[in-house]
């Protein structure tokens, strides 16, 4: 489909979400608020070491437990057949998900999980844990990426050779990946350059932070039909995922999607609904098995600890000739990690004619990666970003001017490969540049910092079914869990096609077996592709509506038009409504239902520029946020409110990495800050308001121009911040986080270094 | 090990039920009582998604026994508003958008309930301060920030 402007009265507008009544009284269900009549709670056993063999499992003592119902160990789970599972962002390897839910031979990481009880209380269950006896062979671990890459490393899997290196590695390594983006002649290109700048940096493991746990409810019947309930970015992947695991068919598991209490990407995969098959296959009851908070940090997929390299020269001009940039990523246990995304969007926001990018994909001893909100592009725009900063400093450019030189526009060729389309990059920079906050005075110790982001976006399969009611009300049905408010984007779209309010739009979220196939809520995709199916899938029941006036007007169907919730004659002022015909509809042909299922392709990269003020407090290192601003190209604001959530949302993400979130270890490989109060996440007091600009440049491959939006606003914040502490402290801090501690370090040590002349 | 037998006010009800030693009041609203408005985040009293308010003080539920309940008034998500009008601070959520997941809401609106009973015209300061206790992890607060402003405009009877 293809944007066409048009007159629009609901797109646009800021009407009621359609589940908020139910999300601010309590009603809506969330995974663990499901239970089911004789349900059995399940607990999982969790590896207390980082890297061990496992020599025996015996599990008598726990299964003779009263009150015990199923046991469950890696032996429990049959390796299924090498295969990829993609999952929005991320491809899962089948294999290392099985070794992944439960450990087989060897332990990767401090939680891994070693087997899972299900018993007739919490109590009995955990009591149960503790019976099962474990024999661990302790093996040295390795958490840091560049000591992973070591000759001498500590070796997670032995047949783990180098991928995309000539000639094939002989010997194994924790490198299980090289990927090389590259364009030009970057010797020439540094020839060119009148100022070169090299910088090295370091980013530590994050986690996404939402705040639900995981959570599931299944019941595994005596011939072979199976549900879940669970709360995920996408049912389809749950079923495909436990289908696979178990060797189910497909039509013999039916995923009910709860509510879900953010995801960020950490829910587009299994960490408990297949062992929770297991059990309730296992007892012949229904298990509901969910995690604690420290769980979740321990063995959920965190987002990648990175150690980078970025070299950038510039001409006098501000003309950026060249980039060559090095970046190493944490896949944790398994291969997989996101430093593709690091290495093709790191350079993105620009048009940069010679670029060398490498990135390696190391396995450590942490739980394996996954996806995390722009997945790998923050740890690449950190590192790019902050150079392009002391670049703009060097030459004496503004740095935003100096960004504007050097933007990708409309014709420039990716560095991953296509040509741009239309693209709001200069857009939001220049929007930046007038706005109050960027001519504001700063006081002492204050500085401003500016940054950018880019990314991609993605489409996908998305099917949605737009059922007319007699009443005139539309049942809107649709297949991808409501993170941020796309029941209320989508129900606007199908209400703008109608001409109708959105209020008569009731949007529902199905399971497995209600509708086809929909890819996961993740990649800033839904309101883009699910939002096409639903434009689609209701011009379908306009153009039914449409027949079935004919019909009773005893017309040509093209004498019929739609136009403000109704039929018109188009040679004739008689008009149906939408009640008017579906009461007819038993006579005239039937129920009346539009249908669409699309592989949506086209979807418009989201750029976007931040603003930020900071005040650095020299007696304790603490920094604070002063004001924040975000610009970003939405493409088309469907409802202004949840776009504007998104970017405050994906700010202050930002924000916790860059000042205060990291995953910590002891000597032991264990992490040490499982919890929220040392996982420090920002609270409202940490924060200013955070105001967000929406620059709509449309995108020309979706009816009403959007762009996904949720995504781009985690991008710019580390480097921003990182650019900002230099402006007000004349400090460059190139390890993340930027907590105090490290903070004051530096400025002492810039101190002395000043004092030593 | 026998239950202990606790009778408290739940919501304006009397309520009883049997309960372990070691068992949360959060426990006992989601798995006893079925009042799963209140959710569980953390379980450290970090998070604050299990906020309830008992005898007129905001508490995580996650850090109280079950048989501290005894003789106390708990109030839950589910006994905010009325069926025929959500309270003001529940419909300035809705209205300024100032939830995603809404996970963390029922905790975010207990919380700011509790404030505004106490402090009917806090300051944005005071705000995001006593709202320090509740992680939310879409919104960057800024909207839930202006939604308790709102609330607090509303119920003083300013239009905001």
């Not at chain 1, 540094?190 to 639900?212: L, N, P």
């Not at chain 1, 993740?522 to 027949?547: L, N, P």
Request: glycine share 10%; hydrophobic share 40%.
């Amino acid at each position: 489909m293809t944007y066409e402007p048009k007159n629009l009265r609901v797109v646009g507008t800021r009407p009621i979400r359609h589940d908020g009544a139910d999300k601010v009284t309590g009603r809506a269900n969330y995974a663990s608020d499901f239970t089911l009549p004789g349900m059995l709670w399940g607990r999982v056993l969790r590896s207390p070491h980082a890297h061990t063999r496992v020599i025996s499992i015996n599990t008598d003592k726990a299964r003779a437990l009263p009150g015990v119902k199923a046991v469950i160990t890696g032996a429990d789970l049959t390796l299924p057949p090498p295969g990829i599972t993609q999952a929005g962002e991320s491809a899962i390897n089948t294999q290392h998900l099985a070794k992944n839910l439960l450990a087989r031979d060897k332990v990767f990481y401090d939680g891994h999980p070693v087997a899972a009880v299900a018993a007739i209380s919490e109590a009995i269950a955990q009591q149960a844990l503790g019976l099962i006896e474990v024999v661990y062979e302790v093996l040295p671990h390795v958490i840091d990426v560049d000591e992973a890459m070591r000759d001498d490393a500590p070796l997670l899997h032995d047949d783990l050779f180098t991928e995309g290196v000539e000639p094939k590695p002989e010997k194994p390594s924790n490198i299980a990946k090289r990927i090389f983006v590259g364009k030009g002649d970057i010797a020439k290109g540094f020839a060119e350059a009148d100022i070169v700048i090299e910088r090295s940096f370091t980013t530590k493991a994050v986690h996404q932070g939402y705040i639900e746990p995981q959570g599931v409810v299944a019941n595994y019947a005596e011939d072979g039909q199976a549900m879940v309930w669970c709360s995920s970015q996408g049912q389809f992947l749950i079923r495909d995922l436990c289908i696979t695991m178990l060797g189910m068919e497909a039509s013999s598991l039916k995923v009910i999607p709860a509510e879900i209490g953010g995801g960020f990407g950490g829910k587009t995969t299994v960490y408990l609904e297949p062992l929770a098959l297991m059990l309730s296959k296992a007892a012949g009851r229904p298990v509901k098995l969910t995690m604690t908070r420290g769980e979740v940090l321990r063995a959920t997929g965190p987002h990648s600890g990175s150690s980078m390299t970025a070299k950038i020269g510039a001409m006098k001009d501000g003309t950026i000739t060249t980039a060559e940039v090095v970046i190493k990523f944490q896949a944790g246990a398994f291969p997989g990690s996101p430093v593709g995304a690091a290495v093709m969007f790191c350079s993105a926001p620009y048009d940069i004619p010679n670029l060398s990018i490498t990135g390696y994909d190391v396995v450590v001893n942490i739980p394996k990666i996954h996806a995390y909100r722009a997945p790998g592009a923050p740890n690449g725009a950190f590192a790019f970003e902050t150079v392009l900063d002391e670049l703009a400093r060097e030459l004496k450019m503004d740095p935003i001017d100096f960004r504007a030189k050097n933007s990708a526009v409309e014709g420039s060729k990716s560095p991953y490969g296509p040509t741009h389309g239309p693209i709001g990059g200069i857009e939001c920079l220049s929007s930046a540049k007038n706005h109050p906050h960027y001519k504001a005075n700063l006081g002492p110790n204050q500085g401003r910092g500016v940054a950018s982001g880019f990314w991609i976006n993605i489409g996908g399969q998305s099917a949605a079914t737009v059922v007319v009611n007699r009443d005139g009300t539309i049942s809107l049905v649709e297949g991808c869990p409501d993170i941020g408010g796309t029941r209320a984007s989508l129900a606007m779209m199908c209400a703008e096609v109608l001409g109708i309010v959105a209020e008569k739009v009731r949007p529902s979220i199905v399971d497995t077996t209600a509708i086809a196939f929909n890819d996961v809520t993740g990649g800033s995709r839904v309101t883009f592709a699910t939002g096409i199916a639903v434009v689609q899938a209701t011009e379908d029941a306009v153009r039914q509506m449409r027949e079935r006036a004919a019909k009773m007007w005893d017309i040509e169907v093209d004498q019929v038009g739609w136009r403000d919730g109704a039929a018109q004659e188009l040679n004739g002022n008689r008009s149906l409504t939408i009640s008017q015909i579906a009461q007819k509809a038993a006579k005239t042909g039937g129920q009346i239902m539009g249908h669409a299922s699309i592989n949506a392709h086209g979807a418009g990269p989201s750029l976007t520029t931040h603003l930020c003020d900071v005040e650095v407090d020299r007696e304790t290192g603490k920094i604070t946020i002063l004001r924040y601003t975000t610009f970003q190209d939405a493409g088309k604001a469907v409802h202004p409110s949840y776009v504007e959530g998104q970017m405050q949302g994906g700010a202050a993400q930002g924000i916790g990495w860059a000042l205060n979130e990291e995953y910590i270890h002891d000597a032991q490989g264990r992490l040490e800050n499982a919890g929220f109060l040392d996982y420090r996440m920002p609270v409202a007091s940490d924060l200013p308001m955070i105001d967000a600009v929406i620059i709509e440049v449309p995108n020309p491959n979706h009816p009403f121009g959007v762009r996904g939006v949720g995504e781009a606003p985690i991008v710019p914040p580390l480097a921003a911040i990182a650019n900002a502490i230099y402006d007000a402290t004349g400090v460059r801090m190139r390890d993340l986080p930027f907590s105090p501690p490290k903070v004051l370090a530096a400025l002492e040590a810039a101190g002395k270094a000043k004092a030593n002349g | 090990m026998a239950k202990s037998h606790v009778s408290t006010t739940v919501n304006g009800d009397p309520v009883e039920f049997l309960c372990d030693a070691p068992e949360t009041m959060l426990d006992v609203l989601r798995n006893t009582l079925g009042l799963t408005g209140t959710k569980e985040g953390c379980g450290t009293g970090d998070c604050g998604a299990c906020s309830i308010i008992v005898d007129g003080r905001v508490v995580c539920g996650c850090l109280m026994l079950a048989v501290e309940a005894t003789g106390k008034q708990v109030t839950t998500i589910e006994g905010i508003g009325a069926p025929d009008r959500l309270h003001p601070v529940q419909q300035a959520f809705l209205e300024d958008a100032a939830l995603q997941c809404g996970f963390c809401t029922p905790g975010f609106i207990v919380a700011a309930k509790a404030l505004l009973d106490r402090n009917p015209d806090p300051s944005e300061t005071e705000i995001r301060y006593w709202l320090a206790g509740n992680l939310c992890r879409c919104t960057g607060y800024d909207k839930i920030v202006r939604a308790v402003q709102h609330a607090a405009a509303e119920m003083k009877g300013q239009p905001a």
